[in-house]
């Protein structure tokens, strides 16, 4: 799977757009970009994945820049209970003979909503 | 719907010991991963249980075992605890399925302290 790079830690004002940056630049033409998070004391949670268009859900929008060597996710009025660890991972989506595999998390991001 | 449990929540064990810990995957789900996370570290893979059968194994040692039971719940097991298997331990499932979506869900995670 093709490394990630995150800034360790970031600010938001609350109300406004979060915007969290991933540079993927090994990503591979099979390669999918996954966003999971992490509140405090909870499991990750799945946010949003993509493969080179962008995506949109109730949670977030995911920006794939056209070589794919980076991506945005964007938490479009931020709250709160956004508060949490933000995780970029890049994988092949299919699954390996028995099951899907299993994730690589890097260290992420540190998104801190500020009221 | 009941989401991936986990059980205990906290344990604390002496170095040398031998732990249990538990996972109910989400209903429906039928592949259960375990993963090891440290303070202030992403989550790490340690193996996976489908069919109950160890699919795919992180970089763990063989300390760390697991079992899939018929009703696709699943133990891990770490023998000769060390006082660096101390972490957070996290159970996520998913279900088997050849499609682009990889959306594990993770449970709350049980914290064991090695003293």
């Known amino acids: 799977d093709a490394k990630t790079t995150q800034p360790p830690s970031m600010d938001c004002a609350e109300g406004r757009a979060a915007n969290l940056p991933c540079n993927h630049s090994?990503?591979?033409?099979?390669?999918?970009v996954y966003w999971y998070r992490q509140i405090h004391s909870q499991g990750p949670q799945y946010i949003i994945h993509?493969?080179?268009n962008n995506e949109t859900n109730e949670m977030a929008s995911l920006i794939i820049t056209e070589d794919r060597k980076s991506s945005t996710l964007i938490l479009p009025h931020a709250t709160l209970r956004d508060t949490a660890v933000y995780y970029c991972?890049?994988?092949?989506?299919?699954?390996?003979?028995?099951?899907?595999?299993?994730?690589?998390f890097g260290k992420g991001t540190h998104l801190i909503i500020q009221p | 719907d009941a989401g991936v449990t986990q059980s205990p929540t906290h344990l604390i064990k002496t170095r040398g010991q031998q732990v249990t810990l538990r996972c109910s995957p989400k209903?429906?789900?039928?592949?259960v991963s375990w993963y090891q996370q440290a303070l202030g570290q992403g989550p790490q893979f340690i193996f996976q249980?489908?069919?109950?059968?160890?699919?795919q194994r992180g970089n763990f040692p063989d300390r760390f075992s697991g079992h899939q039971f018929p009703n696709y719940s699943s133990e891990l097991n770490v023998n000769a605890l060390l006082l660096g298997d101390s972490a957070l331990y996290l159970c996520?499932?998913?279900?088997?399925?050849?499609?682009?979506?990889?959306?594990?869900?993770f449970g709350p995670g049980t914290r064991l302290t090695v003293t």
């Open positions: 991972i890049v994988r092949v989506a299919a699954y390996s003979g028995g099951g899907a595999d299993g994730l690589t």
């Open positions: 249980y489908y069919e109950e059968e160890e699919r």
């Open positions: 209903s429906g789900h039928d592949t």
């Open positions: 090994t990503i591979s033409g099979n390669e999918y």
């Open positions: 996520a499932s998913s279900l088997a399925i050849p499609a682009p979506l990889y959306e594990q869900y």
């Open positions: 993509g493969l080179k």
